[in-house]
């Protein structure tokens, strides 16, 4: 498989660049699967298509403020973004100016109540640092971080907590899962009320994610581990559920790829912790998930190939297609898409 076979045409204006309010009223595309019929839906209409005795599987990762503007010790501006925590105050990272953050060298930010330490260059790229501050590298942040928007998102977000599913609660992660963004506490009630279990896990959303394939042949795309946890009453859950003829809604790419880490070959699910790095691509054999709802992904993206394996890649490219015409709105702020 080429990278390339996982291109399509975007015009930018269907970008979005800030979030539908209420939450819920993003347009929905539907696509069945068996008959490749499209539906042009409302996201508040998802109750429609569950039934009593599903679960609805949720990432229930939080996102920090986890991009620092700040100056260099030599001048001149330079921008960190959190990845992945290695201790209390060491991150591995993202950096720019690239060329000039070399293992030493210093950023301050907040005129020096924080400074960032290059330690050592990473494989991917990125620079493990070390933070040097008074009191908690979490309440810096808090006072001097900004949340992560892709670079895509040219409009700066009024309320840091648009950028967080309303069933948030683990802090760690440097994007958010997005197909959760459009939930509001009101449906998720309507769905509860409906017997279908929400089943929140945990994938702290990271590089590998969002990572671009740079490479021709995806096979060679090496993904970046991200951290997961499946509790013991999650796997109970999802488990029951299935033994009793009830179908697995993973919410986001996310969820489908905490499932299918900790997913066993008999179709179980396990309680466990611990770094993914899976990579899911068409030929893929599905162990847990019937049903995905998900955000419209940029091209060629590794997310892009994973609804590809849900689906097919003809029937993905021709619905992304399909949503273009009818001008849809994509990517973080964008409308949704439920796969069945």
Same mark, same amino acid.
């Given at each position: 498989?080429?990278?390339?076979?996982?291109?399509?045409?975007?015009?930018?204006?269907?970008?979005?660049?800030?979030?539908?309010?209420?939450?819920?009223?993003?347009?929905?595309?539907?696509?069945?699967?068996?008959?490749?019929?499209?539906?042009?839906?409302?996201?508040?209409?998802?109750?429609?298509?569950?039934?009593?005795?599903?679960?609805?599987?949720?990432?229930?990762?939080?996102?920090?403020?986890?991009?620092?503007?700040?100056?260099? #010790? !030599?001048?001149?501006?330079?921008?960190? =973004? $959190?990845? /992945?925590?290695?201790?209390?105050?060491?991150?591995?990272?993202? &950096?720019?100016?690239?060329?000039?953050?070399?293992?030493?060298?210093?950023?301050?930010?907040?005129?020096?109540?924080?400074?960032?330490?290059?330690?050592?260059?990473?494989?991917?790229?990125?620079?493990?640092?070390?933070?040097?501050?008074?009191?908690?590298?979490?309440?810096?942040?808090?006072?001097?971080?900004?949340?992560?928007?892709?670079?895509?998102?040219?409009?700066?977000?009024?309320?840091?907590?648009?950028?967080?599913?309303?069933?948030?609660?683990?802090?760690?992660?440097?994007?958010?899962?997005? #197909? !959760?963004?459009?939930?509001?506490?009101? =449906? $998720?009630? /309507?769905?509860?009320?409906?017997?279908?279990?929400?089943?929140? &896990?945990?994938?702290?959303?990271?590089?590998?994610?969002?990572?671009?394939?740079?490479?021709?042949?995806?096979?060679?795309?090496?993904?970046?581990?991200?951290?997961?946890?499946?509790?013991?009453?999650?796997?109970?859950?999802?488990?029951?559920?299935?033994?009793?003829?009830?179908?697995?809604?993973?919410?986001?790419?996310?969820?489908?790829?905490?499932?299918?880490?900790?997913?066993?070959?008999?179709?179980?699910?396990?309680?466990?912790?611990?770094?993914?790095?899976?990579?899911?691509?068409?030929?893929?054999?599905?162990?847990?998930?019937?049903?995905?709802?998900?955000?419209?992904?940029?091209?060629?993206?590794?997310?892009?190939?994973? &609804?590809?394996?849900?689906?097919?890649?003809?029937?993905?490219?021709?619905?992304?297609?399909?949503?273009?015409?009818?001008?849809?709105?994509?990517?973080?702020?964008?409308?949704?898409?439920?796969?069945?």
């Amino acid at each position: 498989m080429k990278t390339s076979d996982f291109y399509y045409d975007l015009p930018e204006e269907l970008i979005a660049q800030t979030p539908v309010e209420p939450r819920d009223h993003s347009r929905m595309l539907v696509v069945h699967r068996a008959s490749g019929e499209l539906e042009h839906r409302h996201f508040y209409d998802i109750a429609e298509y569950l039934r009593p005795g599903d679960v609805l599987v949720v990432n229930n990762t939080r996102v920090i403020p986890a991009r620092l503007i700040g100056e260099r #010790a !030599g001048g001149g501006a330079a921008e960190v =973004l $959190l990845l /992945k925590q290695l201790g209390p105050k060491k991150w591995e990272t993202l &950096v720019r100016p690239g060329r000039r953050l070399k293992p030493g060298a210093e950023v301050s930010f907040g005129g020096g109540k924080l400074i960032a330490r290059m330690l050592e260059t990473t494989g991917a790229g990125g620079r493990i640092v070390e933070f040097i501050c008074e009191g908690t590298l979490e309440a810096m942040l808090d006072e001097l971080g900004e949340m992560p928007l892709p670079p895509y998102i040219h409009e700066k977000l009024a309320d840091r907590d648009r950028y967080q599913t309303v069933y948030a609660r683990h802090d760690g992660s440097a994007a958010a899962p997005t #197909a !959760g963004l459009h939930f509001t506490p009101e =449906l $998720l009630d /309507k769905i509860r009320a409906m017997g279908v279990k929400i089943v929140p &896990v945990l994938l702290h959303v990271g590089l590998g994610t969002f990572r671009p394939v740079k490479v021709e042949d995806v096979e060679e795309h090496e993904m970046h581990s991200e951290y997961y946890e499946v509790t013991p009453e999650a796997a109970e859950a999802v488990n029951a559920a299935r033994a009793a003829g009830g179908r697995v809604f993973a919410v986001g790419t996310t969820s489908v790829r905490t499932l299918e880490s900790a997913a066993g070959e008999d179709g179980l699910l396990r309680a466990q912790s611990g770094w993914t790095n899976i990579f899911i691509t068409p030929g893929y054999r599905f162990k847990l998930v019937d049903a995905l709802i998900t955000n419209f992904h940029l091209p060629e993206s590794t997310l892009v190939m994973l &609804v590809s394996a849900f689906y097919s890649r003809e029937g993905t490219l021709a619905a992304y297609d399909e949503a273009v015409r009818q001008k849809y709105r994509f990517f973080s702020f964008g409308d949704a898409m439920l796969l069945l």
